[in-house]
């Protein structure tokens, strides 16, 4: 039988700020259409990974190579074309921009609109113009946004705001989705609508899915394998099950009792 490459492979990843050492010696594999969740404690350097797998930060050392082609050195547009989209701790949307506009930006990042068909206005930018509204607005009913799609962003409720922040990262056609605390501020209801949501968007859209979260009612039941985080060091990795009942991680970062996470 023949083993499935990785889409993701991290090697060695290491990240300084001034002397503090964020990520130090970092290493994954990721398979195809894999979950992953990344705990820790605050300040272990889960965004910090995030920030530079997407290039918004350059590493000290070690490599990032997706699907074989190297990441490392590229600048953020660059790695969003090559299929990584994220979302972000605190949402990160254009606020005063429509709705269905902020789903448009992220096709034409992935659709590379011409701006000489944008001035002169040439039949080929207005076929293109369609296709991405036609895109935006499937999007939106999937997430049930259709509705407010003429209201600006900033005029909607907290959860539609997140939905809609991944409605525009699958705009670009990702294959690997990074998504930032999304349960963050939400009550257990939404939680638990969110859940399903990544469930179902990770089997209609083929993704494979990487998940920074502090709620463990989300991340137990969601990821099929867990990686703990603590001072920019892999301190443990394995299954939920496993990464529960690991001393290391409870004393670090889950407390005491070994029942919190569950």
Known sequence: ??????????????????GLMALDGYSLQLGQSEILGIIGPNGAGKTTLFNTVTGFIKPAA?????????????????????????????????????????????????????????????????????SLRERAFELLHLFGLEKYSSQTAKSLSYGDRRRLEIARALATSPRLLLVDEPAAGMNPKETGDLL?????????????????????????????????????????????????????????????????PG
């Open 62 to 130: 070690g490599s990032i190579r997706f699907d074989s082609q190297d990441l490392t050195a590229l600048e953020p547009s660059s790695i969003a074309r090559a299929g990584i989209a994220r979302t972000f701790q605190n949402i990160c949307l254009f606020e005063n921009m429509s709705v269905v506009d902020n789903v448009i930006v992220g096709g034409e990042l992935r659709e590379r609109v011409n701006p000489v068909g944008v001035i002169f206005n040439l039949p080929q930018f207005k076929k293109q113009e369609t």
């Open 1 to 18: 039988m023949v083993a499935l490459k990785d889409l993701l492979n991290i090697s060695g990843l290491s990240v300084h700020f001034e």
């Open 196 to 260: 399903k949501l990544i469930l179902f968007i990770k089997k209609k859209f083929n993704l494979t899915i990487i998940l920074i979260e502090h709620n463990m009612s989300l991340v137990m039941p969601l990821c099929e394998r867990i990686q703990v985080l603590n001072y920019g060091v892999k301190i443990a990795e394995g299954t939920p099950q496993e990464v529960q009942q690991n001393e290391e991680v409870i004393k670090a970062y889950l407390g005491e009792d070994k029942s919190a």
